[in-house]
């Protein structure tokens, strides 16, 4: 089956007390118990499984071709249930560029309770060998970055970690998996904050981890799940289950205008740099060409000018909205460093973009029409 048929086969829960077409809701915490003291359906409280939770995991599966998949309330308690996993001493590799979050929550949280990291320009193989430690254990990935959408070669940044015993895993956020699996390219886990893409219409808050295989990795991070309890809702994994269903229509869609938006900025006296991997001047696009479908729906450009200057532009455009966040339905604009504070590494002129399924046309004119403001 291919991808659009599968994103529809697997979002299907089947109700048998009315035959809906739409899946079913299961708000319920807890499920009825027989009198020998089995749970007949096999679901006994919402914290540890729920029908709609389980519905998005192995939707999840399906997508990233692993074998299981774990959902949680935000793509950050993904993260956070997958390094509670490892212990005190245990040295992990991030992008020096990584979701800004991502790297506070490893300085603020987990170097606390011992777990050592550096943090390191990823898309040079080289400072990958050198970072490796006896004590390493995960090379953490993140594949277009974010905000300077720099493109890590995935199966090869994999073979380095698992021929230092350690796992690679990959923050697929940005590409989706109608882009990239990175599964198929060796990764042990597929992390989504499915916030983003897979929700698709900016209002549910989530995250998912997709595992290649169903080991003893699996068996505690769904323990942590488990014991722990940062799940989503159920109405949150409907709505992401309903999200999957339109994924490849609106990654495909506002990829080709974030395609066009990159061309129309790299041609601007104003713009000093275009970020977009679908560019052939971009350091490494023929990374990006061998491991992606095509180049997703993110951009970011550096404007001639001053920090202020940067900031002022968000609010010179009409059509996309000043706001945080991505994959929605919706064109977003964003000054990057100034919501990722003060050691962000983000260049100071940076404009993040988050294309939308608007008419890219429209786009373009709107940026058009700000770049040529005062
Ligand atoms: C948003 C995002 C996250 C975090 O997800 P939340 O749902 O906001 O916790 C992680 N990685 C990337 C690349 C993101 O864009």
Redesign the pocket.
């Known amino acids: 089956m291919q991808f659009e048929t599968k994103a529809i086969q697997s979002t299907q829960l089947k109700d048998n007390t009315a035959g809906s077409v739409a899946s079913p809701l299961y708000l319920s915490t807890t499920f009825e118990r027989s009198a020998d003291g089995s749970h007949p359906h096999g679901y006994v409280y919402s914290r540890a499984e729920n029908p709609n939770r389980e519905l998005l995991e192995s939707a999840m599966a399906v997508l990233e071709n692993g074998e299981k998949a774990l959902a949680f309330s935000?793509?950050?308690?993904a993260?956070n249930a997958l390094f509670q996993a490892f212990k005190p001493g245990d040295h992990i590799l991030i992008p020096e560029d990584a979701?800004y979050?991502?790297i506070l929550l490893t300085e603020e949280v987990f170097s606390q309770w011992g777990l050592e990291y550096n943090t390191i320009d990823m898309s040079d193989l080289g400072n990958v060998k050198a970072a490796i430690r006896p004590n390493t254990k995960m090379i953490w990935v993140?594949t277009p970055s974010?905000p300077q959408l720099r493109i890590v070669d995935i199966e090869a940044v994999t073979k380095i970690a698992h021929q230092n015993n350690a796992i690679c895993v990959v923050?697929n956020?940005?590409a989706t998996p109608v882009l990239q699996n990175p599964l198929n390219l060796g990764a042990d886990i597929s992390m989504h904050?499915t916030?983003?893409y897979i929700g698709g219409h900016s209002d549910v808050?989530?995250?998912v981890l997709v595992f290649k295989k169903e080991e003893e990795l699996f068996a505690k991070i769904k323990l942590i799940q488990k014991l722990a309890g940062a799940v989503p809702s159920p109405f949150d994994c409907w709505l992401l289950t309903r999200g999957i269903k339109t994924l490849a229509l609106r990654v495909r869609e506002q990829t080709k205008s974030a395609q066009k938006i990159a061309e129309f900025l790299d041609n601007q006296p104003n713009v000093e740099k275009v970020y977009y991997p679908g560019l052939a001047s971009h350091a490494n696009h023929e990374v990006a060409k061998k491991q992606m479908a095509d180049f997703g729906a993110m951009l970011s450009f550096n404007l001639k000018g001053t920090e202020q200057e940067a900031l002022a532009f968000t609010g010179k455009v009409k059509l996309f909205t000043a706001a945080t966040?991505?994959g929605g339905v919706e064109s977003l604009i964003e000054h990057r460093k100034s919501i990722e504070g003060p050691n962000s590494i983000s260049p100071p002129n940076l404009i993040r973009i988050s294309v939308g399924l608007e008419n890219a046309d429209d786009l373009i004119e709107d940026l058009r029409n700000g770049l040529n403001q005062d």
């Open positions: 935000s793509g950050m308690a993260v979701y979050t991502l993140e974010n923050d956020t940005w904050a916030t983003k808050l989530s995250g966040s991505l």
